[in-house]
DNA sequence: TAGAAAATCTAGCAACGCTAGATATGACGG
DNA sequence: CCGTCATATCTAGCGTTGCTAGATTTTCTA
């Protein structure tokens, strides 16, 4: 077995060290926001979680939002997963109902993530190039949805999820009663699959 | 005439002048807000604005958040009037559609305002005993707007709602692109005026 | 016009995001 | 094994924020 000079193993070790930092942050911000609100992840403590000082933080992310915008991404991740699984495994009725199901399900059982995805602008518009990967997979889910059913899945995919997020988040910010929630499913899915 | 005496038309003016110095306030950070964000509208800013010193402020309003929730429940006032006018004026077309065009032109035309209007969290549910009129009265705009047509006006005006929300904030926050907005509009209109 | 009441201001606290400059740690050639 | 130098990390502090206690001024009343 050959030994590969001592400064790349070095390097290698210090990249992963830093990476693993890294997603400490990532996990100790979301954990906090989660818990106890966004307004609670301050640079400060999350160091302290770290068990770092203050400007070792911004060795990984230029400032604050940089630390929400990677929690997002982390979320839009996830998100895409669970669609992908929800499109594919289907349990009951249709897929569109599936979809609709998980989507929501993850927003209410994270909405301080949820919230991140959202709340801070984009710099690049959504289908820019320079977006991040992890946003058109989630999306792309929606697009495979009503692929073929539809003239124009783009359109109808965009409405979907103009509908869902709408939803999520009138939901999160108590605008909406949790009580209607099921005949509320019920009805959008009809909304969209019902042919016309 | 009778002259009233002179307590009570003191306490008026100053009455007034408070009212006056309170619509102020709301005014500047609402101009601020739209014009340069809502992380500059400080308490140090508006009440330079209104040339008064920052502890004014906390007697018109509890917190910083207050004045965001004043500046929110004007905004509710204005787009349910706006709604309200759309719905009763139809110039082309249906009435849905009149009032999506006329909720999603209020969004964009307001972009602070309407990010003020949801971004903070009610502390009461919102059908609630103990709600703002200015929210009841918004949504009351979808409820007779799907009055009788369906057996459900409320599940109905709730997903109609959600689905301009969703449209109003992914478009604000650039996950959609203007382009298809017209496009958008037009399927989202087929979607709850054919009949099922 | 004197004194009470109301209105307003000055000055400061604690916490925030962020950073310059000092200090400690660790890799590498001799 | 050691001295050197780069890298990693920390201490300390700046400017700004929301908010408030206590002093001070203005206004009303009798």
């Keep these: 077995m050959k030994t590969p000079p001592p400064a790349n193993r070095i390097a290698e070790r210090k990249l992963r060290d830093k990476q693993t930092r890294r997603a400490q ?36 992310f230029e400032n604050r939002e ?38 929501l399900e993850f927003a209410a059982s994270s909405p301080a993530m949820y919230e991140a995805m959202f709340s801070l602008t984009l710099t690049v518009p959504f289908d820019n190039a320079a977006t991040p990967p992890e946003l058109r997979f989630a999306f792309s889910q929606f697009l495979e949805l009503f692929q073929g059913q539809s003239l124009k899945p783009e359109v109808l995919s965009e409405l979907f999820w103009a509908n869902l997020h709408g939803i999520a988040e009138l939901t999160r910010t108590k605008r909406f009663p949790p009580s209607r929630q099921k005949e509320r499913v019920r009805t959008l899915v009809d909304l969209f699959t019902l042919p016309r």
Tied chains: 1, 2.
């Design 25 to 60: 942050i990532i996990t100790a911000a979301r954990q906090i926001a989660e818990i106890e609100g966004w307004s609670n992840v301050t640079v400060r403590r999350l160091a302290d979680e770290i068990s770092y000082s203050q400007p070792v933080l911004y060795a990984h």
């Design 66 to 103: 940089g630390i929400l915008a990677a929690v997002a991404i982390e979320g839009f991740q996830e998100l895409g997963l669970a669609l992908e699984k929800a499109r594919k495994r289907v349990k009951r009725g249709s897929t569109v109902e599936s979809v609709a199901a998980a989507y």
